[in-house]
């Protein structure tokens, strides 16, 4: 299917959407309505979850076309979620819009081809219930620290990803985060206030498009500093999923727990709050500077990466 990613999806949703359709048609197997979505609001959510899910598949995998979506891309989209800590509900509503896309896939090639390909995204529910059983949901408590995490930097092969592990290690970064640095992001660098050492400045755009600053240690910049030199380049960019493999892969070699990039900023906030409580601030003190740092509207979710 050719077009933009809106496109796409709004083509979908005309093959799945019905407007106030019955339910008895909806679950009847034989009915040209089966399975298919009455509630706008309902096709509305949805769809941005399909938008999302193509966006991403768009920068990660270089995929335009929604009808080579697989079960590898599923699996990644699923896992990237789990990294930031959904709520239930938010992934549970995830898993079911993923559900309804395989559907209206399978709806629109059965129209479109004499020998339809068939679409089949079981493994979002097996995805579903791991997240569950291993508490990587809001409301349970899953410690995803690294314990070995400078360990598992220097067996990362490529030195690219353990520059961004480091900056998300150093500095609380997100993935998204240190996935794509222009040099322009550098703003040169600073006594840090709280350690009083000299830190360099990496200015982030992250989730829901928060600008803030990454601390990190001036090392950490110069090497920064060095890759677009020596590169002869204004931009840092790694792949996504080349990233999170090549951490799982450490990980494998060194008989550790795996936690995804994401068990990096774990780290930091664990490490940082230590580094708060060092200069004499009380817990509290800490807890709210390092939500601030790693641009948490409320301590309460910081609070969770330290198991409180």
């Not at 309505?33 to 938008?51: A, G, H, L």
């Not at 092969?157 to 222009?182: D, F, M, Y």
Request: hydrophobic letters at 30%; proline letters at 1%.
């Amino acid at each position: 299917m050719r077009g933009s990613v809106y496109y796409q999806s709004a083509v979908l949703t005309k093959v799945i959407f019905f407007e106030g359709s019955k339910k008895e048609n909806r679950i009847n197997p034989n009915h040209a309505q089966y399975q298919c979505i009455s509630s706008f609001k309902t096709m509305e959510s949805y769809r941005s979850v399909w938008n999302n899910f193509f966006n991403y598949l768009k920068e990660n995998f270089k995929l335009k076309n929604c009808e080579l979506i697989n079960e590898e891309h599923i699996k990644s989209y699923i896992e990237y979620k789990i990294e930031y800590y959904p709520s239930k509900q938010y992934l549970e509503k995830i898993i079911s819009a993923l559900g309804k896309l395989e559907i209206a896939l399978n709806r629109y090639s059965k129209e479109k081809y004499d020998i339809p390909i068939i679409y089949d995204f079981k493994i979002r529910q097996e995805l579903l219930t791991n997240a569950k059983d291993l508490k990587l949901v809001a409301n349970n408590y899953h410690n995803r620290v690294y314990n070995n995490a400078k360990l598992i930097i220097e067996y990362l092969e490529n030195p690219n990803h353990q520059l961004a592990a480091t900056i998300q290690l150093e500095g609380g970064a997100r993935s998204e985060g240190v996935t794509l640095i222009k040099e322009e992001q550098l703003k040169g660098s600073k006594i840090d206030d709280i350690s009083k050492q000299s830190v360099g400045i990496i200015q982030t755009k992250e989730k829901g498009g928060k600008v803030g600053d990454v601390l990190v240690s001036s090392q950490t910049y110069k090497k920064l500093e060095g890759y677009f030199t020596s590169n002869d380049t204004l931009t840092f960019k790694i792949k996504y999923q080349d990233y999170l493999d090549d951490i799982r892969n450490a990980c494998e070699k060194l008989n550790i727990n795996y936690q995804g990039s994401h068990g990096f900023r774990w780290t930091f906030a664990q490490n940082r709050v230590r580094i708060y409580q060092k200069h004499n601030y009380t817990y509290e003190q800490a807890l709210q500077g390092v939500s601030w740092e790693m641009k948490h509207f409320r301590a309460s979710i910081t609070e969770h990466y330290l198991g409180k």
